[in-house]
């Protein structure tokens, strides 16, 4: 019965709410249009509005403190909630080719009902005996489907696991571990007779790998996203804690400055979940009062500033997204960023002083930059940039033309030396700087040069090479693959973890709230409207904007 009522609401709830969103439209493109016989509305009648980019950039007012603040603080309220353990091994017994294995040693002989183990850096396996006499040892069989009792895959690292048990095995006082590579990382064991208790660290003795048993209050009762990685932080989380630590990277199909700034939260709180995971939920939580900045600056209200950020910390994609460790956020946090300061750049006067208009352009440059070396999604961004760029420089000439100002060759070549310098000089700079610790990890240093060595730069550029044929060939064959408009209409949601603990599933997918994405996909349609019938320029913008990020 439930099953039933579950399948006719996922039939009801879109059509509702693509009639709600049809009845909003309706209402709000009435509402807004000027009443008849107003000044607006003989004006419309007369004449076709001329398109301008000059507007107003409304600064933020004492009456937008208040709702700015609140609902930046109860985003962040929720979004930090629960958002991983703060705490987690720190100690790692490395395995090298001088001690390949360790023996774990039992005060008395018990009977092993489980063991969980907590992996540390580096892939490979190991394999588990058992021995009652520390002579005659028994290896424990591998689970179907596994390589061996205990696995180190890169799926699995910085994470509890556990180990796969023979069900006969004789009473066991004595464990060996032995590694199937050097190096290899293993943080903690957790040894468990049959009845589920745990075997105390007091009656545990090993002196090859004291690491292993000296953080037991750190053992959970079940593993979960709270004590675990999870999706990319696999990748991402991993290669952070490898820049901290000076080795060389394991994720490089994705500039590394996402990745530092991962970083930041590990060397803040350590290498926990909530560590991996604090940069991108602040940098998520900073969104909300850029973008109230943002839409104050458009459209000068309070309300209309209030209810955008209000539906943008309601949008599930960005709540989800941001709470793991992966690099797409800062992407998204710099777009916006440099969205934010081209228009304040495009909607100034042309004919104010030519260096005014210099510090917002130069801003929307660095801030291209430093997305460019998080994530090259904010290349397809650059396009949009470049597209407002470009009817700037248009809407200019036609400007100096119709108002018979001389000059716009002079203003035009010092418009693109700027721009050159914005967009292509500091970018290139920023780009270059954020591969420093990988070149320190190649065995390189700045303080003997490393910043006018050739082989730094033919590392950048060899790591270039690499990423564009990775995602060149790049298909994405898994289960929850989906092609690009049902991301739009939430058709087909990314799985992100599914667990199933003692009878209850938890489970994270990231997919638009379907209010702010089907409504913000109405919305487009009525800013092709308003283009067309209006030549509303902030529309244009918004526009140019969306479609840079369909690509």
Request: aromatic share 18%; net charge neutral; glycine share 8%.
């Amino acid at each position: 019965m439930f099953k039933t009522i579950v399948q006719y609401l996922t039939l009801v709830f879109p059509a509702v709410t693509l009639v709600c969103l049809f009845l909003f439209f309706r209402y709000y493109l009435k509402v807004t249009q000027p009443l008849a016989g107003t000044t607006e509305w003989i004006s419309r009648i007369v004449s076709k509005p001329k398109f301008t980019l000059l507007h107003r950039r409304h600064p933020m007012e004492r009456r937008d403190i208040l709702p700015v603040i609140i609902i930046t603080l109860l985003y962040a309220a929720v979004a930090f909630f629960k958002l991983g353990n703060m705490t987690a091994p720190q100690s790692f017994f490395r395995f090298t080719d001088e001690k390949s294995s360790v023996v774990v040693t039992l005060a008395e002989p018990a009977d092993i009902g489980k063991i969980m183990y907590y992996s540390g850096l580096w892939v490979g396996y190991y394999t588990l005996e058992f021995s009652g006499d520390g002579v005659n040892w028994q290896e424990q069989f591998p689970a179907e489907g596994k390589e061996q009792s205990m696995n180190q895959p890169h799926s699995d690292l910085f994470k509890w696991l556990y180990a796969s048990i023979n069900t006969d095995n004789a009473m066991t006082q004595y464990i060996r571990i032995t590694a199937s590579k050097k190096p290899m990382e293993l943080g903690e064991l957790a040894i468990y007779d049959k009845s589920g208790a745990l075997i105390p660290p007091e009656a545990i003795s090993c002196e090859d790998a004291p690491q292993l048993f000296d953080e037991q209050h750190e053992i959970p009762d079940t593993p979960t996203y709270m004590t675990n990685m999870y999706f990319d932080e696999i990748y991402h989380g991993r290669t952070a804690y490898e820049h901290l630590n000076n080795i060389v990277p394991y994720e490089t199909t994705h500039p590394p400055l996402g990745k530092l700034i991962i970083s930041i939260g590990i060397s803040l709180f350590g290498m926990v979940p909530f560590g991996w995971r604090f940069m991108g939920t602040l940098f998520g939580v900073l969104m909300l009062p850029v973008l109230y900045i943002f839409l104050k600056n458009m459209f000068g209200k309070t309300v209309i500033a209030a209810c955008g950020t209000l539906l943008f910390a309601f949008d599930f994609m960005h709540y989800v997204q941001t709470r793991i460790a992966t690099i797409d956020t800062y992407g998204v946090f710099f777009i916006l960023v440099s969205y934010f300061f081209m228009y304040r750049y495009i909607t100034r006067d042309p004919g104010e002083v030519f260096n005014k208009s210099l510090p917002s352009l130069a801003l929307s440059g660095l801030f291209f930059g430093i997305g460019c070396a998080s994530k090259w999604i904010v290349i397809y961004a650059g396009a949009g940039l470049l597209a407002l760029y470009i009817i700037r420089l248009i809407w200019c000439y036609k400007y100096y033309k119709d108002n018979e100002i001389s000059g716009f060759g002079g203003f035009f070549v010092s418009t693109l030396v700027c721009t050159f310098t914005f967009f292509i000089v500091i970018p290139s700079i920023v780009y270059c700087l954020s591969y420093i610790a990988s070149g320190c990890a190649a065995g390189m240093k700045v303080s003997e040069g490393m910043l006018w060595d050739p082989r730094y730069y033919q590392l950048i550029w060899n790591n270039q090479t690499f990423m564009f044929g990775y995602h060149a060939k790049l298909e994405a064959t898994h289960s929850y693959s989906s092609s690009w408009w049902q991301w739009i209409t939430d058709g087909r949601p990314i799985l992100y973890y599914l667990e199933s603990l003692g009878g209850l599933r938890s489970s994270f997918a990231s997919f638009g709230n379907p209010i702010v994405w089907w409504g913000g996909f109405l919305a487009m349609l009525s800013m092709v409207y308003q283009i067309i019938k209006f030549r509303d320029s902030k529309a244009l913008f918004i526009l140019v904007g969306y479609l840079a990020q369909l690509v």
